[in-house]
């Protein structure tokens, strides 16, 4: 079983950053991608942005592409997301997850369904 820990989060004014982190723990841990996803009151899980673990491309969700950078550090099992000029409308529970079969498509990078262990999440809150 892998177990997924996400921290970091936390409340910040329009414009900062903050930076997410994800430490996976658990049996020999190779996924094929990670990613992290948002949640807020009332609307179904969304993509933000993923990386094939490997090899290391990654994939964003237009809102967030050029603000937020995702990275790993496969020695430390760990997942990043860099949050730069944070927006109100980036206010969500934030989500790491990872998948273990090795991803054909886009589609399974950012498809909640795409992913096997997620994390318990971490609040980010901005304020305008």
């Known amino acids: 079983q892998v177990q997924l820990v996400e921290s970091g989060g936390g409340l910040v004014q329009a414009g900062g950053s903050l930076r997410l982190s994800c430490v996976a723990s658990g049996r020999t841990f190779r996924p094929s991608a990670m990613g992290w996803f948002r949640q807020t009151p009332g609307k179904e899980r969304e993509f933000v942005a993923a990386?094939?673990?490997?090899?290391?491309?990654?994939y964003y969700k237009e809102s967030v592409e050029g603000r937020f950078t995702i990275s790993r550090d496969n020695a430390k099992n760990t997942l990043y997301l860099q949050m730069n000029s944070l927006k109100p409308e980036d206010t969500a529970v934030y989500y790491c997850?990872?998948?273990?079969?090795?991803?054909?498509?886009?589609?399974?990078?950012?498809?909640?369904?795409?992913?096997?262990?997620w994390g318990q999440g971490t609040q980010v809150t901005v304020s305008s």
């Open positions: 997850a990872a998948r273990d079969p090795r991803p054909k498509y886009y589609t399974d990078y950012v498809r909640v369904g795409g992913y096997d262990y």
């Open positions: 990386i094939n673990w490997s090899r290391g491309n990654n």
